[in-house]
């Protein structure tokens, strides 16, 4: 037997032999209590130690002290003692560790605590940092083949969010975090609640995928959403209309295709960008107009009114965009201000659609046209023009053009 290793305490002391037993080495404790000697077998000398320190302070206890301790107490530190045992914990170390999380809580429930950090934290959920997640959030997108300008959309939005809460992982956000960060942009609440769709999009693909729990809700589905102030739609009358494309036709009949489809078609400023000859089926009358605005590339059908038709006839072409300028509202507005007519904010677009639900009386219909939801049709656009103004709008150049309407008699005066 080799010699043993001593631990005291100046009072007391607890040697350590190491013996074997069945071809291995294992440790034995070997010290005096009560005036009985003590034994005690550890297959690892780490162990060993512990309980030897563990032996000493019970050790020290002087037989004053020992004598106020009742039964009670000793009861309570035997069952202590087997409580964490199996941890590997020392009792003391595992008091310390109590006390210090008890005083942090305030009181409150360490079990409560632990609970909550796993139910935030489970261990199934793959670790990722929030950069790596958005990035592959919208590789995921991109590869379903969803429009380039909305995965832009999730890389700038998810960015300015993970820069925001920089070194934290995506199960450490909460609700309120969520709702300080975007409550704190100088953005308009449409753009907001936009944000918000995209992360709350992100949220689900990321319970899907089990990079959050999946059997309760997101952080990101409790978000605000921002009530969006009533916005003053403006329109152009039959009168303005016409004066403009006359006046296009005769300076800049390059320009006229693109006027006609924008006041012929309710189609929005990106859908006219994208807007070609090869899209304008005039033997099928109809049009098919490419959105932006959708989070697929998804495409919609207008009718080919006889207005747009007429409008057309003189400059049409079998192929290309219908557009060639690079801003044509800019060059529609030096046009504009000298037949005294007033730009409107996406106004040929707001006009389509007010001429077009007094005519057909269908906001579903319209709506399916435009683009949009029926709710928003009947909300913004309802009962804005007459029947008779909305024929006029849809009347073709030629009748105008002889003054058979009142359209007619206006720019005949």
Same mark, same amino acid.
């Given at each position: 037997?080799?010699?043993?290793i001593?631990?005291?305490?100046?009072?007391?002391?607890?040697?350590?032999?190491?013996?074997?037993?069945?071809d291995r080495?294992?440790?034995?404790?070997?010290?005096y209590?009560?005036?009985?000697?003590?034994?005690q077998?550890?297959?690892?000398?780490?162990d060993?130690?512990?309980q030897?320190?563990?032996v000493?302070?019970?050790?020290?206890? !002087?037989?004053?002290?020992?004598?106020?301790?009742? &039964? %009670?107490?000793? *009861?309570?530190?035997?069952? =202590?003692?087997?409580? #964490? $045992?199996s941890?590997?914990?020392?009792?003391?170390?595992?008091?310390?560790?109590?006390?210090?999380?008890?005083?942090?809580?305030?009181?409150?429930s360490?079990?409560?605590?632990?609970?909550?950090?796993?139910?935030?934290?489970p261990?199934?959920?793959k670790p990722? !940092?929030?950069?790596?997640?958005?990035?592959d959030? &919208? %590789?995921h997108? *991109?590869?379903?083949?969803v =429009?380039?300008?909305? #995965? $832009?959309?999730i890389r700038?939005?998810?960015?300015?969010?993970?820069?925001?809460?920089?070194?934290?992982r995506?199960?450490e956000l909460?609700?309120?975090d969520?709702?300080?960060?975007?409550?704190?942009?100088?953005?308009?609440?449409i753009?907001?609640?936009n944000?918000?769709k995209?992360c709350?999009?992100?949220?689900?693909w %990321?319970?899907?995928?089990?990079?959050?729990?999946t059997?309760?809700p997101t $952080?990101?589905?409790?978000m605000?959403?921002?009530?969006?102030?009533?916005?003053?739609?403006?329109?152009?009358?039959p009168?303005?209309?016409?004066?403009?494309?006359?006046?296009?036709?005769?300076?800049?009949?390059?320009?006229?295709p693109?006027?006609?489809?924008?006041?012929?078609t309710?189609a929005?400023?990106?859908?006219?960008a994208l807007l070609s000859?090869?899209?304008?089926?005039?033997d099928?009358?109809?049009?098919?107009?490419?959105?932006?605005?959708?989070?697929?590339?998804?495409?919609?059908?207008?009718?080919?009114?006889?207005?747009?038709?007429?409008?057309?006839?003189?400059?049409?072409?079998?192929?290309?965009?219908?557009n060639v300028?690079?801003?044509?509202?800019?060059?529609?507005?030096?046009?504009?201000?000298?037949?005294?007519?007033?730009?409107?904010?996406?106004?040929?677009?707001h006009?389509?659609?007010s001429y077009?639900?007094?005519?057909?009386?269908?906001t579903?219909?319209v709506?399916?046209?435009?683009?949009?939801?029926p709710?928003?049709?009947?909300?913004?656009y309802?009962?804005?023009?007459?029947?008779?103004?909305?024929?006029?709008?849809?009347?073709?150049?030629?009748l105008?053009?002889?003054?058979?309407?009142?359209?007619?008699?206006?720019?005949?005066?």
């Amino acid at each position: 037997m080799s010699q043993p290793i001593v631990i005291t305490n100046g009072q007391h002391e607890i040697k350590i032999y190491t013996v074997r037993n069945r071809d291995r080495s294992v440790f034995q404790l070997s010290y005096y209590e009560g005036g009985h000697r003590r034994r005690q077998t550890y297959a690892k000398v780490g162990d060993a130690r512990r309980q030897a320190k563990i032996v000493l302070t019970r050790l020290a206890v !002087t037989r004053h002290q020992t004598q106020e301790v009742s &039964a %009670a107490d000793l *009861e309570g530190f035997v069952i =202590a003692q087997q409580r #964490v $045992a199996s941890t590997g914990v020392p009792l003391h170390l595992c008091a310390e560790l109590f006390a210090e999380a008890h005083a942090l809580l305030g009181g409150r429930s360490l079990v409560d605590a632990v609970s909550f950090y796993i139910e935030h934290n489970p261990a199934d959920v793959k670790p990722h !940092t929030l950069v790596e997640l958005i990035a592959d959030f &919208a %590789a995921h997108r *991109e590869a379903m083949g969803v =429009a380039a300008d909305y #995965v $832009a959309d999730i890389r700038r939005q998810l960015g300015r969010l993970a820069a925001a809460h920089a070194g934290r992982r995506l199960g450490e956000l909460t609700t309120a975090d969520l709702d300080r960060w975007l409550g704190g942009q100088s953005w308009h609440p449409i753009t907001k609640n936009n944000v918000r769709k995209i992360c709350v999009t992100f949220g689900n693909w %990321a319970k899907a995928n089990r990079y959050l729990p999946t059997d309760r809700p997101t $952080a990101f589905d409790g978000m605000l959403t921002y009530k969006v102030p009533t916005t003053k739609v403006e329109i152009y009358t039959p009168q303005e209309l016409h004066r403009l494309l006359d006046a296009v036709a005769d300076q800049r009949p390059e320009l006229l295709p693109w006027l006609a489809c924008a006041a012929f078609t309710g189609a929005r400023v990106s859908e006219l960008a994208l807007l070609s000859w090869e899209n304008l089926r005039f033997d099928r009358g109809f049009i098919e107009v490419a959105s932006q605005k959708v989070r697929t590339k998804a495409r919609r059908l207008v009718p080919l009114h006889d207005a747009l038709k007429s409008w057309l006839a003189a400059v049409r072409r079998e192929a290309g965009p219908i557009n060639v300028y690079t801003d044509p509202n800019a060059a529609l507005k030096r046009i504009a201000d000298e037949v005294g007519v007033s730009l409107k904010a996406n106004g040929f677009r707001h006009s389509y659609i007010s001429y077009r639900l007094a005519t057909l009386h269908d906001t579903a219909r319209v709506a399916l046209e435009a683009g949009n939801s029926p709710d928003i049709i009947f909300q913004h656009y309802r009962e804005l023009v007459t029947p008779e103004e909305a024929r006029c709008w849809f009347e073709p150049r030629e009748l105008a053009a002889i003054g058979a309407s009142p359209i007619g008699k206006a720019r005949s005066a």
